[in-house]
Nanobody
Framework: VQLVESGGGLVQAGGSLRLPCAAS????????MGWYRQAPGKQRELVAD???????NYLDSVKGRFTISSDNAKNTVYLQMSSLKPEDTAVYYC??????????WGQGTQVTISS
């Protein structure tokens, strides 16, 4: 299974970005799909996840600014990010856990927010 993220880049504070992540290969049903991020010198943290395409969970600092959604038929998960802040700067990683508990990671996409 391969996860391919895209959509990262450099934007000014207050701007928006949309990160899609598409899974290919023998994925036997995506159960939980999510986005993590890791800033320099910091631990990787969960930004948002969505379970069975319905139940969502967000990091407190992104609530109201980020929205996660998924298209389970296409094994694709999206992260819409708005009102971006410099502290959102990080490498963002896509993560999928299938119905058997196998976990897959994308290669990461850099998001840089300038002040």
């Amino acid at each position: 299974v391969q996860l391919v993220e895209s959509g990262g880049g450099l934007v000014q504070a207050g701007g928006s970005l949309r990160l899609p992540c598409a899974a290919s290969g023998m994925l036997f049903g995506a159960n939980v799909m999510g986005w993590y991020r890791q800033a320099p010198g910091k631990q990787r943290e969960l930004v948002a996840d969505i379970t069975s395409g319905v139940s969502t969970n967000y990091l407190d600092s992104v609530k109201g600014r980020f929205t996660i959604s998924s298209d389970n038929a296409k094994n694709t998960v999206y992260l819409q990010m708005s009102s971006l802040k410099p502290e959102d700067t990080a490498v963002y990683y896509c993560n999928i856990k299938d119905v058997y508990g196998h976990i897959f990671w994308g290669q990461g996409t850099q998001v840089t927010i300038s002040s």
